[in-house]
Structure formats: C-alpha cells, structure tokens
C-alpha cells in the first residue's frame, strides 16, 4: 500500500512497517467497500496523507492533531483545520484565528487554508484520516488511529525538540507517546479544550500555545513559525 500512496520520501521508510500490517489491510478493504458502496469519502484519496507529504519528518517543529477530516463536499484537503481556498473559514478555525490574534497581535485571515504552517514545519495531523460525507466520526476504530500513534511515535523520536500542541481530549490521548520536558523529555506538549465553539471558552482562549511555542523553538535554536498567513487567491 505504501508504494501507491502519496507521501513525502522521508516518512516511507520510517512508516514502511505499518503499511505492511494486517490492520492496514482491514482498512484499505474497508475504504474500497465504501467507495463501492456509492459512499463518497473525504478527503480526495491522492490527500488521505496530505500532511505528510507536505511536511517532512526531518522538518517537523509543531505538531497539530484535528480529529477527523470536515465531512462537508469541497472542505478537507489532508491538513487539519484547514480549507481550500475560496471556501467559508470553518467555526474551530474561526476560534484558532481569534487565539492567534489574542496571543500575537496577528489579524485573521481572510481565508482557511493552512498550507503556509505546513510548509514550515508544521505537521497539521488528523487522527483520522478520511471521513464519509456528512457523517462526522465515520471512520473512527478502522484503523487510522493506529497509524496516526504511529506517526507521532516517529515525531517524538526526533532528537530535534518539538512541540506538540493537543486540543481536546482526543488529541491528548497521544500525549502518552511523547516524552515531554515535565517527564523529563526533550519536548513541549502543550494541552488545552478543543477549539470548537462548543469547548473554546473552556479554556482554548487564553491559552497562548502560539507564542509559547515560539518561545520554546527559539530557545532551542530551532527557530519560529511565522503564523501569519498571506494573502491568496480563491480558487477557480
């Protein structure tokens, strides 16, 4: 399966051994039968792994993890929380835009989509990678929360520090795998409500995890993420 996904060479080798497990298998029957089925899945099946090809492992500096893609037609893209350009700025970004703007002065964009971060570093991961439409959670315990421990187990064998930013409970169950500074580990794991406007209020707001982890990349010589995001045009 590894060999026909699209993903950036330096998560191959490191994710090899997943793509060649039974679970993994399940899933791909699984993600077929859907398809065969009539069910239409998001996001695109060339996006499924849409973070990891535009973020390489050896540049990770912030790890972001969403829960599952936006089920609406038109809206996931293989990052999370991020749209495609031209479409309405989701609520929980809408919610991320209003902290940044609170912690860094840095206006909200006119726009969601977030591949600016991924570029830099920024690992924009889903714990579940596809959705069926209109069916939030659809395909949660087929299998991709497994290879998303996965990938967090390789982040967090870097020896470059990293910072892990978890919001929501789901998110935080991987904090598990993570050797953070507070357990005497090399990295930042940064925990807050998830940024939805049913839980922002409860603690998303205030918590400053952008500056703080600027603060933290810059104090280990591993620079900062500019999260200001440009200007662009909507798609045609």
């Known amino acids: 399966m590894a060999d026909a996904v699209k993903l950036h060479e330096s998560w191959r080798e490191p994710l090899s051994d997943q793509f060649e497990q039974p679970y993994m298998a399940d899933l791909k029957r699984f993600l077929l039968a859907e398809r065969a089925a009539g069910k239409r899945i998001f996001p695109a099946g060339g996006e499924w792994f849409g973070a990891l090809d535009l973020t390489p492992l050896e540049q990770v500096r912030v790890v972001i993890l969403g829960q599952d893609p936006y089920h609406g037609p038109g809206q996931a893209h293989g990052l999370c929380f991020s749209v495609r350009p031209g479409v309405r700025t989701p609520p929980s970004l809408v919610n991320i835009y209003k902290?940044?703007?609170?912690?860094?002065?840095?206006?909200?964009?006119?726009?969601?989509?977030?591949?600016?971060?991924?570029?830099?570093?920024?690992?924009?991961?889903?714990?579940?990678?596809?959705?069926?439409?209109?069916?939030?959670?659809?395909?949660?315990?087929?299998?991709?929360?497994?290879?998303?421990?996965?990938?967090?187990?390789?982040?967090?064998?870097?020896?470059?520090?990293?910072?892990?930013?978890?919001?929501?409970?789901?998110?935080?169950?991987?904090?598990?795998?993570?050797?953070?500074?507070?357990?005497?580990?090399?990295?930042?794991?940064?925990?807050?409500?998830?940024?939805?406007?049913l839980s922002a209020h409860t603690g998303f707001f205030g918590c400053r995890h952008f500056s703080k982890a600027n603060a933290f990349l810059e104090e280990r010589g591993r620079g900062s993420i500019d999260w200001a995001l440009p200007e662009i045009a909507a798609a045609d």
Do not use: C, Y
């Not at 600016?116 to 299998?143: F, P």
């Open 99 to 197: 902290e940044l703007r609170d912690d860094l002065g840095i206006a909200p964009a006119r726009h969601g989509h977030l591949e600016h971060w991924a570029r830099q570093g920024v690992l924009l991961l889903n714990s579940v990678l596809t959705v069926e439409m209109a069916k939030a959670a659809s395909h949660r315990g087929r299998g991709w929360e497994r290879f998303t421990d996965a990938v967090v187990r390789q982040v967090a064998a870097k020896e470059a520090p990293v910072v892990f930013l978890l919001w929501g409970s789901h998110a935080q169950k991987k904090a598990d795998f993570i050797a953070s500074v507070e357990r005497g580990g090399r990295h930042l794991v940064l925990k807050a409500p998830h940024p939805s406007p």
